[in-house]
Every structure is written in structure tokens, then in C-alpha cells.
């Protein structure tokens, strides 16, 4: 993929630095360029064949008078004609040099928008192949580093589950290690749901945690709040919640917490905060819709 990758990117490069269609476009713009001049020059030849075209039917009608007239011989009349004839075919001649110029000037343009239109069509080609082959690499990069590298989304202290030996086989799913993070003030917790009752789980929802490194009874229990939940459950049924701890590891008893393993517990979402006499009358609406 690289190296396909580095091909192509080489192959635009080359065509931006070399312009292919330069020569081309030269060519035709300095053949444009005389085929104008000679344009310029028909012209004011049309004009000077114009003037003697004139000069010339003037001498031949007055000639042909003379001849009705007998006043001139017939070679002298066929002589002036044929003078004449000569100039109308000398001013056609013109004017087809002038339509053949200006067709010239004209396909010569059609020739330049064609070259112009290929080249970009090329460049566009070659960029277009470039960015698919980027794609491509980086695609087969992140299929790299899914297979092969082990990447945390947070800065801090690696600690091994177990002792792992060199070459040693490790299966899709297992612990490999635990990241201590080095933002204490940025901890996150993540629970297991059973499928059970996890439709009443909502965002912002209060998460009561008891330590198994802490007995809750002398230290306290951490407050947490329900960040997001897993779209889809896992092989064995459960959701993740991913929970925040707005206060850090301060417990309820106002006591840190020390952090410096990884820390498991028991997990209780508050998913409805109900005073007492709310409770009540909860228990009540239940009972009335037992006895309905």
C-alpha cells in the first residue's frame, strides 16, 4: 500500500513540475499568434484587391462601350476583359485566404481548450489516484495498529494483570495490563448492567460506588454520574456505563481516596431520587393498580 501510495504521490508531482501540455499550449499560441498577423495582412490586401477590383470593372465597362461603338477592335475589348476577370479572382482568392485564416485561428483555439481540458482531467486523474491510495495506507495503518499495538487514550503508569513471557500466545479479549492515569482529577469508571431494568438508565443519572479497597463503612462511598451507555450489549448480555467522578476520590465522608491500583467495587444508579413521602405515594399508586 505504501509503496503504491508513494507512486502515485511521485506521479503528480511529476506531472505539476514537468506540465506536459506547456509545450503544446506554446506551440499553439505562437501559431495562433502568426496566423493573427497573417489575418492583418489579408485584410489590408482585401482592400488594395477591392480598389483595383473597382478600378478595373470602371475600365471594362468603359471599354466595352468603346467596343459597342466600334470604336476599339475586339482583341483590345478581350484585353481588358480578361484584366478584369483577373482582378475578381484575385479579390476571391483573398477572401478565401481570409475564411481559410480565420478557420485556422479558430481550430488552433478548439485545440488549446482541448489540451487545456486534458490537462485537467490528468491532474484531477492523478490526485484523485493519490488521495485513494492515501486512504488506503492510512486505512491499512489503522488495521496495523489494531492488530499489533496496544494504545491507551490516557497518559499514565503501566501495570501488568500477569507475568507475560516473551512470544508468549494472548487471545482476542484477554487483560493484558491496567492504565494508572496521571489525571487524578479526570476519572472515569466503567459498570457492567445486566439488560435488566437498563431502559430507566439516563444520562446525568446519580451512581452511589462502594470500594472493595474501601469498606464503605469507615471510608464512605464515591459519588459518581452516568456519563453514556453502550448502543449494544456484550456476548453475555450486559451494558457498559461509563461513570464520572465529579468530586475525584473524595467520599462522602469528605476522605481521598489514594489511587494508585486499580480500584473495584459495587455500583447503585439512582435512576429515581424520591423523597420519602414521594415513596410512599409511589408504593400506594402500585398497590391501587394491583387491587384495579
Do not use: C
Not at 499514565?156 to 482476542?172: D, I, M, P, T, V
Not at 476522605?255 to 405515594?281: C, H, M, P, S, W
Amino acid at each position: 500500500d505504501y509503496n503504491n501510495f508513494a507512486k502515485a504521490f511521485q506521479d503528480e508531482k511529476l506531472f505539476d513540475r514537468l506540465k506536459p501540455y506547456a509545450p503544446e499550449n506554446i506551440a499553439t499560441e505562437q501559431n495562433i499568434s502568426a496566423y493573427k498577423s497573417r489575418l492583418v495582412t489579408l485584410k489590408q490586401q482585401k482592400r488594395l484587391e477591392q480598389e483595383k477590383f473597382v478600378l478595373m470593372k470602371k475600365n471594362y465597362q468603359r471599354t466595352q462601350q468603346l467596343f459597342n461603338q466600334k470604336v476599339i477592335s475586339a482583341a483590345e475589348f478581350e484585353t481588358e476583359k480578361i484584366k478584369f476577370l483577373q482582378a475578381q479572382q484575385s479579390l476571391d482568392n483573398t477572401d478565401i485566404s481570409l475564411s481559410q485564416t480565420q478557420e485556422a485561428i479558430s481550430n488552433l483555439h478548439k485545440t488549446k481548450s482541448g489540451a487545456n481540458i486534458n490537462a485537467e482531467k490528468d491532474k484531477i486523474n492523478f490526485a484523485s489516484q493519490t488521495l485513494q491510495l492515501f486512504e488506503q495506507l492510512r486505512k491499512s495503518l489503522r488495521e496495523w495498529e489494531q492488530n499489533y499495538l496496544i494504545v491507551s487514550s490516557t497518559d499514565g503508569l503501566a501495570s501488568f494483570q500477569q507475568f507475560w513471557g516473551e512470544n508468549q500466545f494472548l487471545k482476542r479479549g484477554d487483560a493484558i495490563l491496567t492504565i494508572l492515569p496521571n489525571d487524578k482529577k479526570a476519572l472515569i469508571g466503567r459498570m457492567l448492567v445486566p439488560a435488566a431494568n437498563s431502559g430507566k438508565i439516563a444520562t446525568g443519572e446519580k451512581v452511589l460506588i462502594k470500594l472493595d479497597n474501601y469498606r464503605f463503612q469507615e471510608y464512605g462511598i464515591l459519588e459518581g454520574r452516568v456519563q453514556n451507555i453502550s448502543f449494544t450489549p456484550d456476548k453475555d448480555g450486559n451494558y457498559y456505563v461509563d461513570v464520572v467522578l465529579p468530586k475525584g476520590l473524595t467520599t462522602s465522608y469528605n476522605k481521598t481516596l489514594k489511587f494508585d491500583k486499580e480500584l473495584k467495587g459495587n455500583a447503585e444508579i439512582v435512576t429515581q431520587d424520591l423523597r420519602l413521602i414521594e415513596r410512599f405515594f409511589y408504593q400506594m399508586r402500585k398497590l391501587l393498580g394491583y387491587q384495579s
